[in-house]
């Protein structure tokens, strides 16, 4: 099976900062791409940042300079680092990737199961 699970969520005060992290496990032959989305109460899901195999970091205009997306390709897995946060960051926080697995190696896409960031004083 493959997989891709979420961590770090929380509460932090504003301009404090948080890192998530984005696990991808199991039978995986290679991955494609791995990014972040965010949806708010009310709102439409939107990316905040992503990157492509061979490709370079994107971001949203709204997180330049102050998030960014480390990766540890050994573990597979893609970090959010967040900082200087504000409350209109409050969200919840999605992990997405196209990965093709060994056994089967059409891209498939797939979602971890969200981890809530709450920017609150």
């Known amino acids: 099976q493959v997989q891709v699970v979420e961590s770090g969520g929380g509460l932090v005060q504003p301009g404090g900062s948080l890192r998530l992290s984005c696990a991808a496990s199991?039978?995986?032959?290679?991955?494609?791409?791995m990014g972040w989305y965010r949806q708010a109460p009310g709102k439409q899901r939107e990316p905040v940042a992503g990157?492509?195999?061979?490709?370079?970091?994107n971001y949203v205009d709204s997180v330049k300079g102050r998030f960014t997306i480390p990766r540890d390709n050994a573990k597979n897995t893609l970090y959010l680092q967040m900082n200087s946060l504000k409350p209109e960051d409050t969200a919840v926080y999605y992990c997405?990737?196209?990965?093709?697995?060994?056994?089967?190696?059409?891209?498939?896409?797939?979602w971890g199961q969200g981890t809530q960031v709450t920017v609150s004083s």
């Open positions: 997405n990737a196209i990965i093709s697995s060994i056994s089967d190696r059409r891209r498939e896409t797939y």
């Open positions: 990157i492509a195999s061979g490709g370079t970091p």
């Open positions: 199991g039978s995986i032959f290679s991955i494609y791409a």
